[in-house]
């Protein structure tokens, strides 16, 4: 996916009454191509398009298949989702607030809650053919910490997902570079018959993000 960059600079006129970090990441957020072709196409976030980056690469939505989102606000992947899938066939759950996107079935709830599951299953009449998770936590600069934090949150959406899938389902997490932790890795070849590591091109080059794709669930 090609996104034209600009060559004209955005400053921030007011960084002098900000902090550092924050000025660092709004200029970054102006600047960024991405987020401009985001906001001009009517998308709720850049990380649309890196979802349909995923999608064109290993072909996980078909007409019919069941989505659940987790972590889905402000839900740019629930988004793409439902225009492929068809109305009706994507839930979509968070902890915080989404505004509503026709089609998509959303609740606000932590999805380590049993009654998340059992949700998800009466909403979707059945097991799910996806189940897809871009959620990060809040960085602290450390990246021993960040890592921990992110693997823990990859291992639960894993576990999450294999209580979840239908036969032969698929799995797509944002993980850190270095990829997926050996043991989490050797526990999803077990149970997936491709585990692979994708870095989409809207990933920004900067970032240690990267996500795993787990296809084929053998159940």
Known sequence: MVVAKSRVKVRVKTA?????SSTKWLLRQLNDPFVKKAHEMGYRSRATFKIMEIDEKF?????????VDIGAAPGGW????????????????????MK???????????FNLDEAKTFLIDALGGKADVVMSDIAPNTTGNASVDHLQIMALVEQ????????????GVFVAKVRQGGTESNLLSEMKKHFTSVKHFKPD???KESAETYVIAQGFKG
Request: aromatic letters at 10%; proline letters at 2%.
């Open 16 to 20: 002098k009454y900000r902090k550092k």
């Open 59 to 67: 072909h996980i939505f078909k007409q019919g298949k069941k989505v």
């Open 78 to 97: 629930s988004d793409v989702a439902v225009k492929k899938v068809g109305k009706g066939n994507v839930v979509a759950i968070d902890i915080l607030e």
């Open 100 to 110: 509503p996107i026709d089609g998509v079935v959303f609740k606000q709830i932590d």
């Open 157 to 168: 959406a894993y576990y999450f997902a294999i209580d979840v899938l239908k036969t032969d």
């Open 202 to 204: 809207s990933s920004r």
